[in-house]
Each structure stands twice: as structure tokens, then as C-alpha cells.
């Protein structure tokens, strides 16, 4: 291995202190004894009893959690299915149109994606609550799934699927016990990938939600509008966390799953 | 007990198992197979044999339902077969890839299609374990596919195919990857289940070997097309084209030209070399520049020149290959040609007074070499 030299090692540590001094900055503050945010007084845990006794936030945050696990999963079933026939369809009629289609939300503004939405709401007259927040989130979660299940599709082996055929099984069989399990890591990603997208977003959640249902990013940031309070660096410090454990959890099953499945392939199909 | 011969296409009142009708397979405008018309019978087992690409795999995913084809129809027990989806025809095949389904042990894998079949546990259960016995898999039933040998995977392939007992199997180089004592043994296994059975076996091998101990009938191929379809031993013995000759077995081939004479031809083939005669009831058309086939088991070699021989020619020893149970020779004749002479080695060492740059007769009877047309 070689060595870092001086001017990698700085260039690390810039790049890194670029990208976490905010973080750990408010991850200390939290930790703060005064209600002076930017002044310190000591070490103290007092906001995160704070927190817990505020109704506003914790309801805000059962909210997101509600809408950002029935989103991805409904979007991880529709991603799937959506990647499933783009890349086994074969030529159908339309396919360029149906995956332009399906990327295009990738690359849309999510001003745009949530005006829309508001609009499509509005038209036909859904009053906007969780039901709504859980629609838009699945919108456009599932172009991200649906990215995620097709670039393992392609390399998935179409023997196999051939195989279970042959041996008797339906189409949709031979999708359940075949490709489904050989796929799972890609679709369990694709599924972590829709909740942490769930969790975070604030734009369109803002655009769809309505005054029954908040969700918490909406909450902070209508809240920092007011001030910055000491409850918010405690709240955005436990957010933090949980996304933290989140992706390394994500990275690490599907980094290993796909590794071991790819192994596991390449020796079941010869050369 | 009277025993009849095997011989359902010389019968005209049997009716085809599979029957392929002009079929012809286009991948864009690459043909793949072209215009193809061939009749597989019930309890045939029948081999597919020819240079790789020559469109074999095609073949056999098309019976299967894999790919569609172009023009012409596949029929299988009398009705066209198009319409039915892979799932619903009665045919297993074994992939040259295997495909093996990853996230399932051996024994699942075998279990895989008696399971779709609905069938009672014990049933599956005592089907695996008579497939595992016969692969002889009983040791790694429960290992998952990478944790196995490229042959013992390949056994499993085999038996997942066999397990359902379908009407026809196809088996895409079932055996590649064994050894020979192993091949063998498979071989004999496979023949068996085929009389048990009565199962029909279309089978492509790349070893002709193999293909001569359990064919029935052997198919060779070349570039989408059949250049002949004929037992074993005919294919052997009189290929109907140089391909034919050259792809099955070592051969000699002797180019020359061809007189009609008696109930054969006469081959003149060098300048200062006898007249050769080939028995034949082939017609050449008119006659002329020809090839002539000899296997190099028929041609005789003689230290002495022999007598009443119809075919003889004498040359030097060029080379002599030993290969324990037969002896080749090269011997090249003054013309310039080489031919090989084999002889099975009956003693303990082979032909004492035979060696390097010894003159040497060659001599094979009017019937032994086929004459080709050019
Ligand atoms: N899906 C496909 N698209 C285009 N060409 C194909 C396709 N499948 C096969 N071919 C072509 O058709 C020809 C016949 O292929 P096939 O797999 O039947 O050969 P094969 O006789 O089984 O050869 P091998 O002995 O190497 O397995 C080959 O030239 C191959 O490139
Ligand atoms: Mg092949």
C-alpha cells in the first residue's frame, strides 16, 4: 500500500472537515446547558428530555416515519415491476417512451414534481394529509428503485428464468422463486434508498402535505424560521444517527449480498 | 421372442415424435438454421453433432420453446407446437450452461419441477434421492450450487432435467465436463433410463465417440443446415460427403479421378501409381475428379507384398503412433501422400519387424473406401 503523502493527507483532512465541522458542530451543541445556542455553558442532555415531551415533533416525526415505509414500499413494488418489464419486455411497443418516462422524475425539479402534484390533488379534489405525502413520496422514489432493481437485472443470467420454465413453472413462478430471491439485494436497497429519500425531502412533502399531517423536516424548518432552539440540534442529532446507521446498514447488506449472489452465479452458469 | 431392430425411420406407417418442416431461424439477418426438415421418433435417441455455432443450442431451444421460429413449423406429436409456452410442453432440457438456480441447495434445484407439479412430499422426496443416487450426488444434496465441482454441477443439471421423466429430453453436452470413466458410466446410465423410460433423448455432443456408443441415429450439422442423418454406422461407414467423412473419425482422403468400371469406379489418383477400385452402388453423375475415403483401420500393412489384393500401394514409414491398444502408421507413398494405417496391437509389443523408413505394401479390399463426390 502506499503511503499517504502531505499533500494527500491534507486534502483528506480539508475535505473531510469541509464535510463534517457543520455536522459535528451542531452534534455538540446539542449537548449544550444553554438556551443560547451559540454559546456554550456546559454539558447537558436537558433538550433531549425537552424533545420527548414535545407533542409537535414527535407527531411530525411518527408522520414521516408512517409515510416514508408504506412509500418506499409501494414504490419498491412498483420500481421493481417497472424495471422488471423494461428490461425482460423485450421491443414492445413504446418501451424507448416508458423508460424515458420512467427516468425523467430523476432529473426533474422537485418544485415542478410537487407543484404537479398540488395540482393533480387539488383537480380531483384529495385533501391533502398523509395519504397525499404517501402518493407524491411514491412518485418519485420509484424512478430511483427502479434504477437501482434494472442495473441488476441486466446482469442477472436469463438462463435461469429459462430454466424454471422449463421445469414447469408459470411466468410469475419463475419470477417469485427465481429472479425475486436472486434480485433481493438490489430491491432491498432500492427500498432502503426510497425511505432515506422518504425521510429527508422537504420540498415536495411541503408542497402535498396540509395541516393534518406534518412531516418533520417541514417541522424544522418552519421551526428554525422562528430561531434556532437547542431542541432542534438535539432532534437533527438523533435524525443524524438514525440516517447514519441507515446507510451503513444499506451499504454493507447490499455490498455483501450482491458480492456473494454475484459469486454464487457466476459459479452456478459456466465460463 | 422375436427381436425386432430399432429402425422407426425406415417405417412408414410410424408417425414422428418431433417433426421440424422447412424450419428456418433468423437472429436479424443471420440464419441460423436454414430450411431444415428432420423426423426424431419416439425412444430414439438422438444425436446432434457439429462444429461449434453450426446451430445445435438453437435447435434445441426452439423444441423447448425458447425462441420462436422464423419461417416453416415444429411439430411435436403431430400438433404444431408454436402456441404452447416452454412451461406447458413436456420437454425438460438440460442447459450447456447448466443454469443452476444459485440460492437453492442440490437437492432443491433437483426438487425444482416435481414441485411444480404439485406432487405429494414423499413423492419429491423419494424422486431426489433416486436422481441424487444416480448422479451420485447423496454427499452434497445440501450444498448450494457454487460450493460444488464443475462436474458435480454438471451432474446436477442432469439429474434436475431427468427428475420429471418428460416425453423428450434434451440434453445440450450433458457430459463435457466429466471424466472418461465417469462419461462413460453416465452414458450407460443415460441408455438405461432410455429403455426404462421409453423416454426420447435429443442430445448434442461435441464428443463423436459419444455420440456413437448411445445414438440411435446421428444428425451432422454445418452452418444451420443437416448434411446427413443416419445411424452410427452408416455414418461411419458410408458419409455421404467429404464433411461428412472428415468430421467423423480419422479418415484418409485421396483425391483423384473417377471411371466408371464394373460395379464400381476405377480412381487413377498419381502419376506412376496403380489403379484403385472402389465397390459402389453410388452414382457419380459423370464421371471425374472424385475423393476417396479410407478409415485407416481397413488399410493393411505388410512387410511383404501380399497377394489378390484389388487396392495396393506401397510407401515408406513415416511415422508410427502408439497409442497402447493400436498402433498408427504414416506411411508415405512416392506420389507424395501420406496415408495412415492402423492396427490393433495383439501382442505384447507391437509389430517388431515394422519400423521407421522400412518399405512397406499398403492394401485395403474393394469395399473398404467410400468415393465421394468433389
Ligand atoms: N440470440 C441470438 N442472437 C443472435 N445470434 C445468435 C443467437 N443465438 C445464437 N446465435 C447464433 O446462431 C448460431 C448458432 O448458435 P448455437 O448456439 O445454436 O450454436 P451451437 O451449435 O450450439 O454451438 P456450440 O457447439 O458452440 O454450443 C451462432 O452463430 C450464434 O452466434
Ligand atoms: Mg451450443
New interface residues.
Given amino acids: 500500500m502506499r503511503r499517504l503523502t502531505w499533500f494527500n493527507a491534507t486534502s483528506l483532512t480539508l475535505g473531510f472537515a469541509f464535510l463534517y465541522i457543520p455536522m459535528l458542530i451542531l452534534i455538540i451543541f446539542s449537548f449544550n446547558a444553554s438556551k443560547l445556542v451559540m454559546v456554550w455553558a456546559g454539558f447537558s442532555t436537558r433538550w433531549y428530555g425537552e424533545l420527548l415531551q414535545n407533542e409537535a415533533f414527535l407527531s411530525a416525526a411518527w408522520t414521516t416515519l408512517k409515510v416514508a415505509v408504506a412509500s418506499s414500499t409501494i414504490a419498491t413494488v412498483l420500481g421493481t415491476m417497472a424495471a422488471y418489464v423494461l428490461i425482460r419486455g423485450g421491443r414492445f411497443w413504446g418501451r424507448t417512451l416508458f423508460s424515458g418516462m420512467i427516468y425523467a422524475p430523476l432529473v426533474m425539479p422537485e418544485v415542478i414534481t410537487g407543484l404537479s402534484l398540488l395540482l393533480l390533488f387539488i383537480g380531483i379534489g384529495l385533501d391533502r394529509g398523509v395519504l397525499t405525502i404517501v402518493l407524491a413520496h411514491t412518485t418519485f422514489s420509484m424512478c430511483f428503485v427502479s434504477v437501482v432493481v434494472s442495473s441488476r437485472l441486466v446482469s442477472f443470467?436469463r438462463?435461469?428464468e429459462?430454466?424454471?420454465?422449463?421445469?414447469?413453472?408459470?411466468?410469475f413462478?419463475?419470477f417469485r422463486?427465481?429472479t425475486l430471491?436472486?434480485i433481493a439485494p438490489a430491491v432491498i436497497s432500492g427500498w432502503l434508498l426510497a425511505f432515506t429519500l422518504s425521510l429527508d425531502d422537504l420540498v415536495i412533502a411541503s408542497f402535498t402535505s396540509g395541516p393534518s399531517a406534518t412531516t418533520l423536516p417541514i417541522k424544522i424548518f418552519s421551526s428554525i424560521r422562528l430561531g434556532v432552539s437547542p431542541e432542534i440540534n438535539a432532534l437533527s442529532t438523533i435524525l443524524i444517527l438514525i440516517v447514519t446507521i441507515g446507510v451503513l446498514t444499506a451499504s454493507l447488506v447490499s455490498k455483501r449480498s450482491s458480492l456473494k449472489?454475484q459469486?454464487?452465479?457466476?459459479?452456478?452458469?459456466?465460463? | 421372442m422375436a427381436q425386432t431392430v430399432f429402425e422407426p425411420w425406415n417405417d412408414p406407417d410410424q408417425e414422428p415424435l418431433i417433426q421440424f418442416r422447412n424450419v428456418t431461424k433468423r437472429f436479424g439477418d443471420f440464419t441460423a438454421i436454414d430450411n431444415l426438415s428432420l423426423d426424431i421418433f419416439e425412444r430414439e435417441f438422438f444425436a446432434l453433432l457439429g462444429p461449434s455455432g453450426c446451430g445445435k443450442t438453437t435447435m434445441m431451444r426452439m423444441l423447448?420453446?425458447?425462441e420462436g421460429v422464423s419461417e416453416g413449423a415444429i411439430y411435436l406429436s403431430g400438433k404444431d407446437i408454436a402456441p404452447v409456452?416452454?412451461?406447458k410442453r413436456a420437454?425438460?432440457?438440460m442447459?450447456q450452461?447448466?443454469?443452476?438456480?444459485?440460492?437453492l441447495s442440490v437437492w432443491d434445484n433437483i426438487a425444482?419441477?416435481l414441485k411444480?407439479?404439485r406432487l405429494p412430499k414423499k413423492a419429491i422426496g423419494d424422486r431426489v434421492s433416486e436422481m441424487l443416487q444416480l448422479t451420485r450426488l447423496e454427499k452434497f444434496a445440501h450444498r448450494?450450487?457454487?460450493q460444488i465441482s464443475?462436474g458435480q454441477?454438471q451432474r446436477v443439471a442432469l439429474a434436475?432435467?431427468l427428475a420429471?421423466a418428460p416425453k423428450l429430453l434434451l440434453l445440450d453436452e450433458p457430459l463435457g465436463?466429466l471424466d472418461k470413466k465417469l462419461r462413460q458410466d453416465t452414458q450407460f446410465e443415460l441408455m438405461d433410463i432410455q429403455e426404462k423410460t421409453g423416454t426420447t433423448f435429443v442430445i448434442v455432443t461435441h464428443d463423436q465417440e459419444e455420440a456413437m456408443t448411445v445414438a440411435s441415429r446421428v444428425a451432422v450439422m454445418d452452418e444451420g443446415r443437416l448434411i446427413q442423418v443416419d445411424t452410427p454406422a452408416q455414418i461411419y461407414e458410408s458419409p455421404n460427403s467429404l464433411y461428412v467423412a472428415d468430421f467423423i473419425g480419422d479418415v484418409n482422403i485421396i483425391e483423384g479421378h473417377a471411371k466408371k468400371s464394373g460395379d464400381g469406379y476405377d480412381i487413377t489418383f498419381a502419376e506412376g501409381q496403380p489403379v484403385l477400385h472402389a465397390k459402389t452402388s453410388r452414382d457419380l453423375g459423370s464421371a471425374g475428379k472424385c475423393y476417396l475415403a479410407i478409415r485407416p483401420e481397413k488399410v493393411t500393412v505388410s512387410a511383404e507384398k501380399p497377394e489378390g489384393r484389388t487396392n495396393l500401394v506401397k510407401g515408406t514409414i513415416l511415422d508410427i503412433a502408439y497409442l497402447g491398444n493400436l498402433s498408427t502408421y504414416h506411411v508415405k507413398l512416392a506420389s507424395g501422400q501420406i496415408i495412415k494405417a492402423q492396427t490393433a496391437n495383439t501382442r505384447r509389443i507391437a509389430r517388431r519387424d515394422l519400423t521407421w523408413e522400412d518399405e512397406v505394401w499398403l492394401s485395403w479390399t474393394e469395399t473398404a473406401a467410400v468415393v465421394l463426390e468433389v
Avoid: C, Q
Fill in positions: 443470467d438462463s435461469l429459462e430454466a424454471a420454465l422449463d421445469l414447469g413453472s408459470t411466468p413462478e419463475a422463486l427465481v430471491p436472486i449472489m459469486a454464487d452465479e457466476r459459479a452456478a452458469v459456466r465460463n | 423447448a420453446g425458447f409456452p416452454p412451461n420437454v425438460n432440457m442447459f450452461s447448466y443454469a443452476l438456480f444459485p440460492h425444482f419441477g411444480r407439479d448450494k450450487p457454487h464443475g454441477r434436475r432435467s420429471k465436463a
